[in-house]
């Protein structure tokens, strides 16, 4: 699949996460290391999250409780 079709599944940082979820990027690391997100390793060994998958998540409420919050 080449990266620039149409099917290609765009690819978020920790900090456009973040962003969305306006929390830190560490927050969103610690999410991905108790599984409560996914995240796909580049070849450098950065965490990469699916756009789709992040969507949804914020739709359904995801990390608006208070362990979420960053302080």
């Given at each position: 699949m080449d990266s620039h079709s149409p099917d290609a599944e765009r690819l978020l940082t920790p900090s456009?996460?973040?962003?969305m979820f306006r929390v830190v990027p560490k927050t969103v690391t610690r999410w991905a290391q108790a599984g409560k997100i996914s995240s796909i390793r580049t070849l450098g060994g950065h965490r990469r999250f699916r756009e789709a998958e992040v969507r949804r998540l914020l739709a359904e409420g995801f990390g608006h409780d208070d362990e979420s919050r960053a302080s």
């Open positions: 456009e996460v973040a962003a």
